[in-house]
């Protein structure tokens, strides 16, 4: 079955830097990835998709790659600010239809 | 409404009760996903409507645990002879078509006591 790991320990990053999330997967590649963020007590809002066939994708200060060869997926907030700070999910699609599944998330903490 | 409503968002109930957990979707929207989240864990799939049909109900975790969407649109999930371990929030997503965005509800927190 497929394995969705996403890095493990909560990332802290200074405003202003760059802050990179790690998606990677086991088993088949799934025909799209999708990154959500998650505020505590609130459900997942969804942030970008990125298709099989694409390598990049970018909206405002977000930018997701997504690389078949390594089964990964990477996330990229720039010029982070505090309010950046949530937790940020994964999700991937399951091969034999249109629900996705979840990695564990990863909190991120962007300190003033 | 503006977008996937739950009701009710808090549920406390007592080992052995019957729960329903209710979601109304956006409207128009095809699929219907219900996923389950335990603390510090990413939410785990439940089941899947397309339509009025459960696509996939494999997530459930046994036979206490039913969901129904009679008309295609608002969706039940039901849980009988509820277990201390079903304590978790209950999310409900909802989508326009394939492969394209899930707007989530808020969650039902449930806690069974």
């Known amino acids: 079955s497929q394995k969705i790991e996403q890095n493990s320990e909560a990332l802290n990053i200074q405003e202003g830097k760059t802050a990179t999330l790690t998606c990677n997967y086991t088993n088949y590649s799934p025909a799209y990835l999708q990154w959500y963020r998650q505020d505590p007590g609130r459900g997942p809002v969804f942030l970008l998709l990125i298709r099989e066939n694409e390598k990049e994708k970018r909206k405002e200060r977000l930018k997701v790659t997504f690389d078949t060869t390594l089964k990964q997926s990477l996330f990229h907030i720039t010029a982070s600010q505090p309010a950046d700070s949530a937790t940020y999910l994964c999700?991937?699609?399951?091969?034999?239809?249109?629900?996705?599944?979840f990695g564990t998330g990863t909190s991120l903490t962007v300190i003033p | 409404g503006a977008g996937v409503s739950q009701t009710p968002s808090n549920k406390v109930t007592e080992k052995g009760k019957y729960v329903e957990l209710r979601c109304d979707p956006i409207s128009g929207h095809t699929a219907l996903y219900w996923y389950r989240q335990s603390l510090g864990q990413g939410p785990e799939f439940l089941i899947y409507?397309?339509?009025?049909?459960?696509?996939?109900d494999s997530g459930l975790p046994n036979d206490r645990f039913f969901a129904v969407r009679p008309e295609g649109s608002v969706s039940t999930l039901k849980i009988q002879r509820t277990e201390r371990g079903d304590s978790a929030m209950y999310l409900c997503?909802?989508?326009?078509?394939?492969?394209?965005?899930?707007?989530f509800g808020q969650g039902t927190r449930l806690t069974v006591v």
């Open positions: 999700a991937l699609e399951r091969n034999t239809g249109n629900q996705f599944y």
């Open positions: 997503a909802s989508s326009l078509a394939e492969n394209t965005e899930a707007f």
């Open positions: 409507f397309q339509g009025t049909g459960a696509a996939d």
